[in-house]
């Protein structure tokens, strides 16, 4: 006869995994918690506190934590030393939770859950409108626009903050490389990393900082971030 599983059982024992989540929300958690129910299992990697990423089976993103959350039990550990420069979920790991639960109960009523509807109240964490817009974009995890001093744009998460660095950075290297090559200040830019992608945009006052998945086709993001904000192209 197979065990019963009944609740979460991990490096804090005694406490669900959405109490463990909520902890380590407090406690302000970079690293990640990797799940085991059976023979599925999960990985969900914070940043300063907030649920930035998740991967469960063929799920990722808001949808891989609905799934883990459903579990009825399991086994969960703690990794502070996993990190992910992925960014998939932009809900606050509150309201995230509260959604979680609420398609639960749906479900457990014989309902339907709309897995398309995120929350229903102001989850999203406050960025700029063009940030939130290019974040639609399919293989974008992450976008943020920042002013000529490196500072993000209504944006104060950290993963915005290493974002315009990286931005930043980049604009100030090609620049530098522009000047020795006689071809003045680089508008764009792109670098391919082993773990995303980078590209750069320089306007009159603003550049805009974009992280892409890895081995995508950078021509074609290209593409459909001219078209979000180009009508006809």
């Known amino acids: 006869m197979s065990q019963i599983v009944n609740g979460f059982k991990g490096a804090v024992a ?19 918690i990797s799940v085991e129910y059976g023979k599925s299992q999960g990985v969900i990697y ?5 649920i930035i990423h998740a991967e469960q089976g063929d799920e990722s993103g ?11 039990g399991g086994t969960f550990n703690i990794h502070p030393e996993m990190t992910s420069n992925v960014c998939t979920i932009h809900y606050r790991t509150d ?14 009523a014989g ?7 995120g929350p229903s109240v102001t989850p999203r964490r406050t960025m700029s409108k063009i940030a939130a817009r290019l974040q639609e ?3 974008i995890t992450y976008a943020v626009l920042l002013d000529k ?9 950290i993963e915005a903050v290493a974002l315009a ?17 006689g071809l003045g200040e680089i508008k764009a830019a792109a670098v391919r990393t082993l773990n995303y992608d980078l590209l750069m945009y320089d306007s009159k006052q603003h550049y805009l900082s974009i992280a892409v998945k890895p081995d995508c086709n950078l021509d074609s993001v290209e593409g459909e971030i001219k078209a979000a904000f180009v009508p006809g192209k």
Do not use: C
């Not at 309902?111 to 509807?117: C, E, I, L, P, Q």
């Not at 090609?174 to 000047?179: A, C, H, S, Y």
């Open 14 to 32: 005694g406490l669900s995994l959405t109490d463990v989540i909520q902890l380590k929300g407090h406690n302000k958690y970079t690293g990640a």
């Open 46 to 50: 914070f940043v300063d506190g907030e």
């Open 62 to 72: 808001e949808q891989a934590i609905y799934e883990i959350i459903k579990w009825p």
């Open 95 to 108: 309201f995230l939770l509260l959604e979680a639960l609420r398609r639960l109960d749906e479900e457990n």
């Open 111 to 117: 309902g339907t859950a709309n897995k398309s509807a």
């Open 137 to 139: 974009i399919n293989n």
């Open 149 to 157: 001093q490196g500072s993000p744009v209504q944006d104060s998460s």
């Open 165 to 181: 660095a990286k931005g930043i950075f980049l604009a100030k290297t090609g620049n530098q490389l522009g000047d020795l090559m």
